[in-house]
Nanobody, 125 residues
Framework: VQLQASGGGLVQAGGSLRLSCTAS????????MGWFRQAPGKEREFVAA????????YYAGSVKGRFTISRDNAKNTVYLQMNSLKPEDTAVYYC???????????????????WGQGTLVTVSS
Protein backbone atom coordinates (compact mmCIF):
# COMPACT_ATOMS: atom_id res chain seq x y z
CA VAL A 1 0.00 0.00 0.00
CA GLN A 2 1.30 3.42 -0.94
CA LEU A 3 -0.16 6.62 0.47
CA GLN A 4 0.27 9.97 -1.24
CA ALA A 5 -0.62 13.05 0.80
CA SER A 6 -1.12 16.52 -0.63
CA GLY A 7 -2.74 19.85 0.09
CA GLY A 8 -0.39 21.41 2.59
CA GLY A 9 0.73 25.00 2.38
CA LEU A 10 0.98 28.37 4.08
CA VAL A 11 -2.17 29.90 5.51
CA GLN A 12 -2.98 32.72 7.89
CA ALA A 13 -4.48 32.03 11.28
CA GLY A 14 -8.22 31.59 10.98
CA GLY A 15 -7.92 30.23 7.47
CA SER A 16 -8.68 26.81 6.03
CA LEU A 17 -6.92 24.03 4.17
CA ARG A 18 -7.98 20.64 2.90
CA LEU A 19 -5.52 17.78 2.90
CA SER A 20 -5.95 14.74 0.69
CA CYS A 21 -4.38 11.31 0.84
CA THR A 22 -4.79 8.81 -1.95
CA ALA A 23 -4.04 5.13 -1.47
CA SER A 24 -2.86 2.67 -4.04
CA UNK A 25 -4.72 -0.37 -2.78
CA UNK A 26 -7.39 -2.69 -4.14
CA UNK A 27 -9.75 -2.65 -1.16
CA UNK A 28 -9.45 0.81 0.35
CA UNK A 29 -12.59 0.34 2.45
CA UNK A 30 -10.84 -2.41 4.42
CA UNK A 31 -8.58 0.16 6.01
CA UNK A 32 -9.04 2.57 8.84
CA MET A 33 -7.50 5.86 7.78
CA GLY A 34 -5.95 8.40 10.06
CA TRP A 35 -4.18 11.72 10.09
CA PHE A 36 -1.27 12.45 12.37
CA ARG A 37 1.00 15.47 12.69
CA GLN A 38 4.45 16.27 13.89
CA ALA A 39 5.51 19.74 14.86
CA PRO A 40 9.18 20.73 14.99
CA GLY A 41 10.83 19.26 18.06
CA LYS A 42 7.75 17.32 19.07
CA GLU A 43 6.56 13.76 18.79
CA ARG A 44 4.11 12.67 16.15
CA GLU A 45 0.56 12.89 17.46
CA PHE A 46 -2.85 11.62 16.51
CA VAL A 47 -5.23 14.06 14.80
CA ALA A 48 -8.22 12.14 13.41
CA ALA A 49 -9.38 8.71 12.28
CA UNK A 50 -12.19 7.33 10.18
CA UNK A 51 -13.45 3.79 9.86
CA UNK A 52 -13.52 1.92 6.59
CA UNK A 53 -17.20 2.51 5.96
CA UNK A 54 -16.97 6.13 7.19
CA UNK A 55 -19.56 5.52 9.89
CA UNK A 56 -17.18 6.29 12.74
CA UNK A 57 -14.82 9.18 13.22
CA TYR A 58 -12.63 10.20 16.12
CA TYR A 59 -10.69 13.37 16.81
CA ALA A 60 -8.00 14.64 19.09
CA GLY A 61 -9.36 17.15 21.54
CA SER A 62 -7.19 19.92 20.16
CA VAL A 63 -8.84 19.77 16.73
CA LYS A 64 -12.38 18.65 17.53
CA GLY A 65 -14.90 21.08 16.12
CA ARG A 66 -12.36 22.62 13.72
CA PHE A 67 -11.17 19.64 11.64
CA THR A 68 -13.28 17.13 9.74
CA ILE A 69 -12.06 13.80 8.41
CA SER A 70 -13.91 12.17 5.54
CA ARG A 71 -13.26 9.59 2.83
CA ASP A 72 -14.37 8.69 -0.65
CA ASN A 73 -13.90 4.96 -1.08
CA ALA A 74 -14.62 5.18 -4.80
CA LYS A 75 -11.57 7.43 -5.15
CA ASN A 76 -9.38 5.66 -2.57
CA THR A 77 -8.98 9.02 -0.88
CA VAL A 78 -9.23 10.36 2.65
CA TYR A 79 -9.54 14.06 3.39
CA LEU A 80 -8.86 16.35 6.30
CA GLN A 81 -10.74 19.64 6.18
CA MET A 82 -9.04 22.06 8.54
CA ASN A 83 -10.87 25.23 9.52
CA SER A 84 -10.09 28.00 12.00
CA LEU A 85 -6.43 27.15 11.79
CA LYS A 86 -4.12 28.27 14.56
CA PRO A 87 -0.34 28.75 14.59
CA GLU A 88 -0.09 25.72 16.87
CA ASP A 89 -1.51 23.59 14.06
CA THR A 90 1.75 24.11 12.16
CA ALA A 91 3.24 20.68 11.51
CA VAL A 92 3.96 18.05 8.94
CA TYR A 93 0.75 16.10 8.49
CA TYR A 94 0.89 12.39 7.73
CA CYS A 95 -1.84 10.05 6.61
CA UNK A 96 -1.85 6.50 7.85
CA UNK A 97 -3.65 3.26 7.10
CA UNK A 98 -4.27 0.21 9.23
CA UNK A 99 -6.86 -2.53 9.46
CA UNK A 100 -7.43 -1.93 13.17
CA UNK A 101 -9.37 1.10 14.41
CA UNK A 102 -7.88 1.07 17.90
CA UNK A 103 -4.36 1.06 16.55
CA UNK A 104 -5.03 4.32 14.74
CA UNK A 105 -7.23 5.92 17.42
CA UNK A 106 -4.76 5.12 20.20
CA UNK A 107 -1.88 6.46 18.13
CA UNK A 108 0.13 3.25 18.28
CA UNK A 109 2.69 4.68 15.90
CA UNK A 110 4.95 1.66 15.78
CA UNK A 111 2.03 -0.65 14.99
CA UNK A 112 0.49 1.31 12.14
CA UNK A 113 0.85 -0.57 8.87
CA UNK A 114 1.30 2.21 6.33
CA TRP A 115 2.33 5.86 6.32
CA GLY A 116 2.22 8.58 3.71
CA GLN A 117 5.16 10.87 3.08
CA GLY A 118 3.80 13.92 4.90
CA THR A 119 2.67 17.35 3.80
CA LEU A 120 3.69 20.57 5.53
CA VAL A 121 1.08 22.92 6.94
CA THR A 122 2.28 26.31 8.14
CA VAL A 123 -0.11 28.66 9.90
CA SER A 124 1.11 32.23 10.30
CA SER A 125 -0.10 34.49 13.08
Amino acid sequence: VQLQASGGGLVQAGGSLRLSCTASVRTFSNYVMGWFRQAPGKEREFVAAISGNAENTYYAGSVKGRFTISRDNAKNTVYLQMNSLKPEDTAVYYCAADDDYRTVMDGRLNNIDYWGQGTLVTVSS
